[in-house]
């Protein structure tokens, strides 16, 4: 299982750990991400700071960052690379999915072939 933060996005994490709120300032603070059904693609990425990891969560250190991955979508995350972009029009993370065989136009849910539940259009 891999996930990669490219230096850009492991920097802006780090700023944001380290300013969420100092109850949550733990050496086990860190990001979950996950899959859930939804958005205009099907599946749609979840992205959360957490303290407190499930017991099934993939570990992985990625520099100074613990990213935390749901063990259900981890077959939906494996090789996601999370970059983070700076635009006129659009600033935030970016994933870029090998396991996707469409995104979205908003690039915040994607579909992965047959396994792809019904997704919601864009409102």
Do not use: H, W
Request: charged share 25%; hydrophobic share 35%; with cysteine.
């Amino acid at each position: 299982m891999t996930v990669t933060l490219t230096e850009k996005a492991e920097f802006r994490l780090r700023a944001f750990l380290r300013g969420s709120a100092p109850e949550t300032d733990t050496p086990t603070k860190g990001i979950r991400l996950s899959v859930k059904d939804g958005g205009c693609s099907g599946y749609e990425y979840g992205m959360d700071v957490t303290s407190s990891p499930k017991p099934d969560d993939l570990v992985i250190q990625q520099g100074k960052v613990l990213v935390y991955v749901d063990a259900k979508s981890a077959p939906l995350l494996d090789g996601v690379v999370i970059d983070f972009v700076e635009g006129v029009l659009e600033s935030g993370f970016k994933f870029i999915n090998p396991n996707a065989t469409e995104n979205c136009g908003c690039g915040k849910s994607f579909k992965a072939g047959d396994c792809t539940p019904t997704g919601v259009p864009c409102s």
